[in-house]
């Protein structure tokens, strides 16, 4: 694995698996979770998991810079996407080598409205500040049987 230290925001249905299966493949993962979240409980004892409010961009970056991150992993549910410029801001600041935003769907690129247009709008403000950055995008094909 060529990063080792990887911060995951969020700590919820995606963020989860996400910081199990990294420690598994044995990097140093710290979960960044709301100051309000209780999933910390819930974590393998190799995770550190820090609580930081999501828009003190100071307290994030200097989260990022005390665990030598090297890799943030947005996991952030939708309800919290139009302040994810701040991680980045924050990433950026700290000098994270690469940002993986909260897409995890369809591709957003070039889209304009609600929640997937911010997802698109956020992986252009990455490229504005010079944030290495790599967008993740699954489709699946459900089959059903009849």
Do not use: C, H
């Amino acid at each position: 694995m060529p990063y080792k230290n990887i911060a995951v925001v969020g700590a919820g249905g995606i963020g989860g698996p996400i910081a199990e299966a990294l420690l598994s493949e044995g990097a140093n993962v710290v979960v960044v979770t709301r100051p309000e979240s209780s999933s910390a409980k819930y974590f393998a004892a190799g995770i550190k998991v820090i609580s930081v409010t999501f828009t003190d961009v100071p307290a994030l970056a200097a989260a990022f810079k005390e665990n030598k991150t090297e890799v943030v992993i947005s996991t952030i549910g939708s309800a919290a996407l139009a302040n994810q410029r701040l991680l980045g801001d924050a990433a950026k600041q700290a000098g994270v080598k690469l940002f993986l935003p909260s897409e995890f769907g369809f591709s957003t690129i070039g889209q304009t409205e609600g929640k997937v247009g911010l997802k698109s709008q956020f992986g252009e403000y990455l490229k504005e500040i010079g944030l290495p950055f790599a967008r993740i995008f699954v489709s699946w094909v459900a089959l059903i049987y009849v």
